[in-house]
């Protein structure tokens, strides 16, 4: 019996293992369109950045491994975003908008802010922030990273799409 419930429980881990959605996947998923406010109204369109590679990172200010991130995503806006890179940080804070300015102030964040909501969570199978979630120059997802510390399989990832 003891041995019947360890091997049940080792294939369990096992195959749990592998639903993280950490990697790339061999198949091509094109990204969801959306239309989301930044933090000063203005709309902003995901397929206005068609013919550029997109990041997408969805965070929240209550959330410390979000917070943690922060100086990871601004230094890949300076180093990469001259060479067609676009930031998008997604926040999904829901409401109060005045707090995430200063947040944003605060931590010196200059990449663009939206304000997300519970329809791109799902458009994007947020499940865990932070995530990312790269885009090709076509929109196809090419990866997506829950949690902190993807940034250097983003860079990675820059060489071969920019």
């Known amino acids: ?10 294939i369990a881990v096992f195959a749990l293992s592998g639903c993280t959605d950490r990697g790339d996947s061999s198949e091509k998923v094109l990204s969801t369109n959306f239309a989301l406010q930044d933090l000063n109204g203005k709309t902003v369109n995901l397929t ?3 013919g550029r590679v997109v990041l997408l990172d969805f965070w929240a200010t209550w959330c410390p491994p979000c917070r943690s991130s922060i100086p ?19 926040s999904l804070d829901h409401g109060d908008w005045d707090y995430v300015k200063s947040f944003r102030q605060e931590y010196g964040i200059t990449y663009p802010i939206l304000k997300g909501n519970d329809d791109i969570s ?8 932070p995530y990312l979630v790269l885009l090709d120059k076509e929109g196809v997802v090419r ?9 250097d399989t983003i860079k990675k990832d820059l060489q071969g799409l920019l």
Not at 72 to 90: R, T
Not at 122 to 129: A, G, S
Request: aromatic letters at 8%; hydrophobic letters at 45%; glycine letters at 10%.
């Open 143 to 151: 990866r997506r990273i829950t949690g902190p510390g993807g940034e």
């Open 48 to 50: 206005n950045f068609r």
């Open 1 to 10: 019996m003891f041995r019947t419930t360890v091997v049940a429980a080792l």
């Open 72 to 90: 990871a995503m601004e230094q890949l806006h300076k180093e990469y975003s001259a060479k067609g890179l676009v930031l998008l940080g997604i």
């Open 122 to 129: 799902e458009q994007y199978m947020v499940r865990t922030i």
